[in-house]
């Protein structure tokens, strides 16, 4: 059973700071490609950043999360992980962590067919 399990999200200050998992699971990992997105309401959703399955090549599509957010994964791959520093409240969106089989990443939400259910982060004035 495939199963993509966010966790992490939360209420927190502008400035603060969340770390984002993704356990998954079901899968095989070669050629797995995994990234997060995010989606505010009434907005489209948004690709924040992505991992490829080799494990190098982390992008950021989002110019606002650009030196903010870090992505990465634990070594086993089972986990990935999105480091959010100097949060905005504009960061305010349901976060997904999505999965891809292929030669790399893309960008576009769009192109992930493995979805998770999401984690909340409201940041907070």
């Known amino acids: 059973q495939v199963q993509l399990v966010e966790s992490g999200g939360g209420l927190v200050q502008a400035g603060g700071s969340l770390r984002l998992s993704c356990t998954v699971s079901g899968l095989p990992f070669e050629r797995l490609n995994v990234g997060w997105f995010r989606q505010a309401p009434g907005k489209e959703r948004e690709t924040v950043a992505t991992?490829?399955?080799?494990?190098?090549?982390?992008?950021y599509p989002a110019e606002s999360v650009k030196g903010r957010f870090t992505m990465s994964s634990d070594d086993d791959r089972n986990t990935v992980h999105l480091e959010m520093t100097s949060l905005k409240l504009e960061d305010t969106a349901v976060y997904y962590c999505g999965a891809v089989f292929g030669a790399h990443a893309p960008k576009g939400a769009d192109e992930y067919g493995y979805w998770g259910q999401g984690t909340q982060v409201t940041v907070s004035s």
């Open positions: 991992f490829g399955w080799t494990g190098v090549g982390q992008t």
